[in-house]
Nanobody
């Protein structure tokens, strides 16, 4: 069982930056693939970024590539999402999620579908004003 708690959301002007954190409980954090998703009002939840267990591989949605960076600290049991050059269309509730490792799954397709994930945080609101 993993419990995830996001923090770091808030209100920021377009062009600004925010850093989201997701703290995980438990001693097996390093065994989970991690992802960030977001959901805007009236829209489906969408993939933002994913990171492998070691942090050596990262994956991004095209809409955030070059602006967002996902990272993790397996000692602190925390995954981060650094968001730069924020746009009003980035406004959403951001969720972190954890998935147990499955050896028959590799690459981008392991990370971009929310059905692959086993645990979810409660979300943190990010609002970008124009």
């Amino acid at each position: 069982q993993v419990q995830l708690v996001e923090s770091g959301g808030g209100l920021v002007q377009a062009g600004g930056s925010l850093r989201l954190s997701c703290a995980a409980s438990g001693r097996t954090f390093s065994s989970y693939r991690m992802g960030w998703f977001r959901q805007a009002p009236g829209k489906e939840r969408e993939f933002v970024a994913g990171i492998s267990r070691s942090g050596g591989r990262t994956y991004y949605a095209d809409s955030v590539k070059g602006r967002f960076t996902i990272s993790r600290d397996n000692v602190k049991n925390t995954v981060y999402l650094q968001m730069n050059s924020l746009k009003p269309e980035d406004t959403a509730v951001y969720y972190c999620a954890a998935q147990m490792f499955r050896p028959n799954c590799s690459g981008y397709g392991c990370y971009d579908r929310n059905t692959r994930y086993d645990y979810w945080g409660q979300g943190t609101q990010v609002t970008v004003s124009s």
